[in-house]
């Protein structure tokens, strides 16, 4: 069956490329059956994650990131001096992008596992409520929602989850 992904606020697009990354590295996993959309309000920060550039800094080590992959070099190829990787088209065409507001965009629905880590710490909380009447209401029975380490499901959405993997904070549908 297809496994439906949504990377939402997926900023400049590490996280969607990473979901690809591992599903094309899990033998087990057939890519074809997997669907990434990663959305994001800011066109300009859509247009760079398309472009799959990253570099390496003194706070950022992609090198390291990449790590966990059994052969990092079939996912992308690496600069010369090591500080510059660029994502390959194979990655590239598992991740469809698109521009979306999570407060009033158009609903989505049907997604095995959604992602929104680490923009809710930014959010006001008038605001939280209706991101997370999107998030969840884009999540299949017993899909998957994943939050950031330091953000909290809201207290009006408990219910709708059961903690699948509290320290990482993972939680799922019911």
Sequence with gaps: RTVRCWSAACADGREPYSIAMLARDDRRIDEGAVEITATDIDAETLGEAREGVYESTRTTDIGAQLEPLSNPNDH???????????????????????????????????????????????????????????????????????????????????????????????????
């Design 76 to 174: 992308v190829d690496v600069s010369e001096d090591g500080t510059a990787f660029t994502v390959r088209p194979a990655v590239k065409r598992m991740v469809s992008f698109e521009q979306h507001d999570l407060i009033s965009g158009p609903a989505k629905s049907g997604h095995d596992l959604v992602l929104c880590r680490n923009l809710l710490i930014y959010i006001d909380k008038s605001y939280k409520e209706p991101i997370f009447e999107t998030l969840t209401g884009a999540i299949a029975e017993g899909g998957f929602l994943t939050i950031g380490k330091s953000e909290t499901l809201q207290r009006a959405f408990r219910e709708e989850y059961e903690s699948y993997d509290r320290s990482n904070h993972i939680y799922r549908r019911e």
